[in-house]
């Protein structure tokens, strides 16, 4: 059974600050990796996608990186800023088409 | 594409009801999911359609829980006899069937049980 991990479960940082988020997963069998963003209340939102052949995908201040045969990824926030506070989710698809989630890494900025 | 429409946002209902949630999908997208997720977790998968057809559920998904997709567009998901414990965030996701492509979220409907 597929499980995911992710460290830290809570980040406080100055706004401006680069910072890391992590991912594990137990199953390094995957289709793809999928990292998403959830506002208090509100549904996700997709950030980036990965799939398993990749190494990293980008998407503005957003970069994630994935090692598969660790079962890691990453997910780097450059230049941070207080609108990036949020929950941020990472989801592993075995190949089922369904998606498991870790806890999520809740995130404030302060200005 | 207006994206992933769940309704109603918030549901409050007595213990022992039944509930119905709409979930309607990105218009090009066959795949459809439900997922639930609990406070500080998460989310869980429940269920998934392609097209019309139910393709997989969860152990999570007991007796009291069953979703449709009639037409392979919009979805249902039915609680009966709710319990304390069906207290969460019910999430629709939906995707095309191409093994690259994104699930797309919607807002969810929150759940509170009496």
């Known amino acids: 059974k597929q499980e995911v991990t992710q460290i830290p479960a809570a980040l406080s940082v100055p706004e401006g600050e680069n910072l890391v988020l992590n991912c594990s997963f137990t199953?390094?069998?995957?289709?793809?990796l999928q990292w998403f963003r959830q506002d208090p209340g509100k549904g996700l939102t997709s950030l980036l996608l990965i799939q398993s052949s990749q190494r990293e995908q980008t998407s503005g201040r957003l970069n994630a990186s994935l090692d598969k045969s660790s079962g890691r990824s990453t997910l780097y926030i450059a230049a941070s800023q207080p609108g990036d506070s949020a929950t941020y989710l990472c989801a592993v698809n075995s190949g089922y088409s369904t998606l498991t989630f870790g806890k999520g890494t809740m995130l404030l900025v302060s200005p | 594409d207006t994206g992933v429409s769940q309704n109603p946002r918030h549901k409050i209902t007595k213990r022992g009801q039944n509930v119905t949630f709409r979930c309607d999908p990105i218009?090009?997208?066959?795949?459809l999911y439900w997922y639930r997720q609990t406070l500080g977790q998460g989310p869980e998968f429940l269920t998934y359609f392609q097209n019309e057809a139910q393709l997989e559920k969860s152990r999570l998904l007991s007796d009291r829980f069953s979703a449709e997709r009639p037409k392979g567009s919009f979805s249902t998901l039915e609680i009966q006899r709710t319990e304390q414990g069906d207290s969460a965030m019910y999430l629709c996701a939906s995707s095309s069937v191409t093994g690259d492509s994104p699930q797309h979220f919607g807002d969810g409907t929150r759940l509170s049980i009496l």
């Open positions: 199953d390094s069998a995957i289709y793809n």
């Open positions: 218009s090009e997208h066959n795949r």
